[in-house]
T-cell receptor, first 112, second 113 residues
Framework: NAGVTQTPKFQVLKTGQSMTLQCAQD?????MSWYRQDPGMGLRLIHY???????DQGEVPNGYNVSRSTTEDFPLRLLSAAPSQTSVYFC???????????FGEGSRLTVL | AQSVAQPEDQVNVAEGNPLTVKCTYS??????LFWYVQYPNRGLQFLLK??????LVKGSYGFEAEFNKSQTSFHLKKPSALVSDSALYFC???????????FGKGTMLLVSP
């Protein structure tokens, strides 16, 4: 099994540009989530989904959109990139309520 | 609300010595507690969890953690550290009634030969 797959692994954007970080899982997990990791800040939850068609905001949702049209995919959209969104982004999934999360390898985003 | 604190940014230990990485939590209901490990340039990997039952839980790679309800702590332990244990460790908590997992800021464990 591939597990949780994130693309791209690296991306450089200019301020104001938009982009989508892709996340796909092949484990038939209901729960999917996006975190960002910043030095000294740990992991902070951006958005999450408990099933197809259902999404909700986490701790730091501003500037990001998500959708969940299928069980497998949970893309994260940056509408107008800002330097404050420079970070490493992780997608994670679990069977049922979050606990034993399976993480992707991360996407490193730099906004100039 | 739920929160977790890891009071140490870094823990240094010599190979072969026991290690402890500290974690305290705050929830309004029953806590579900977790430890994860992150190696350089990788995603997080699940190590162990406490849901209910014995206060001492065992996990991957010889790690264990002790749940202490009165001290609201869930410290990660290992009897004999290996150089390969050097990594970033995260404690996480979920209140039984919540749909989100909250992580601590992480503790860097450095094991010297």
């Amino acid at each position: 099994n591939a597990g949780v797959t994130q693309t791209p692994k690296f991306q450089v954007l200019k301020t104001g540009q938009s982009m989508t970080l892709q996340c796909a899982q092949d484990m038939n997990h209901e729960y999917m989530s996006w975190y960002r990791q910043d030095p000294g800040m740990g992991l902070r939850l951006i958005h999450y989904s408990v099933g197809a068609g259902i999404t909700d905001q986490g701790e730091v949702p501003n500037g990001y959109n998500v959708s969940r049209s299928t069980t497998e995919d949970f893309p994260l959209r940056l509408l107008s990139a800002a330097p404050s969104q420079t970070s490493v982004y992780f997608c994670a999934s679990s069977k049922g309520a979050p606990g034993e999360l399976f993480f992707g390898e991360g996407s490193r985003l730099t906004v100039l | 609300a739920q929160s977790v604190a890891q009071p140490e940014d870094q823990v240094n230990v010599a190979e072969g010595n026991p290690l402890t990485v500290k974690c305290t939590y705050s929830v309004s209901g029953n806590p579900y507690l977790f430890w994860y490990v992150q190696y350089p340039n990788r995603g997080l990997q699940f190590l162990l969890k406490y849901i209910t039952g014995d206060n001492l839980v065992k996990g991957s790679y010889g790690f264990e953690a002790e749940f202490n309800k009165s001290q609201t702590s869930f410290h990660l332990k290992k009897p004999s550290a290996l150089v390969s244990d050097s990594a970033l460790y995260f404690c996480a908590v979920r209140d039984a009634g919540y749909s989100t997992l909250t992580f601590g800021k992480g503790t860097m464990l450095l094991v010297s030969p």
